[in-house]
């Protein structure tokens, strides 16, 4: 028997990534404190793993945008950040919201990058509020935005259902 030097099994790491079918939201874990309050935790998965991945530059640039548009379009977002594998996001909230109405809120912000934002929209892009700069390109955040919402945001990850 082999004894991991990791006694925390992480659920992210139990999923069988051959199985799902991106892009998609998918709930991880409602997880609650010891005061009764809620949180959250989603995939947000964007791309197919092992198939795709969005480079960093643009990885980098959606997620300065996610940041606020996420935020203007669900309550309750305590953060947002890229999955090392640059296939997604982690979101974590507050509270029960469904992923129906997680893919929604998604789908609709990455129609704004997609559609609408200009460069002078991007926030975080200078040496004082972030902490790679010069690695950003909204060039790719939009073609990559594009190209996801061509395929459809399902709300169930080992199923297509697109929202
Ligand atoms: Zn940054």
Known sequence: MIVSKIKTEVESFTLDHTLVKAPYVRL?????????DVISN????LC???????????????E???AGLLRDRMSGV????PFGCRTG???????????TEVAQALKSSLEAIANEIEWSDVPGTDKYSCGNYRDHSLFSAKEWCQDILAQGISDDPFKRHVI
């Open 78 to 81: 305590i953060d947002c950040s």
């Open 42 to 45: 989603f995939d947000l998965r």
């Open 89 to 99: 996001f982690h979101l974590i909230t507050w509270g029960e919201p469904s992923t």
């Open 48 to 62: 197919q793993p092992n198939q795709t991945a969005i480079p960093t530059a643009g990885l980098h640039t959606i």
């Open 28 to 36: 991880i874990a409602r997880e609650k404190g010891q005061k009764g």
């Open 64 to 66: 300065h945008l996610l």
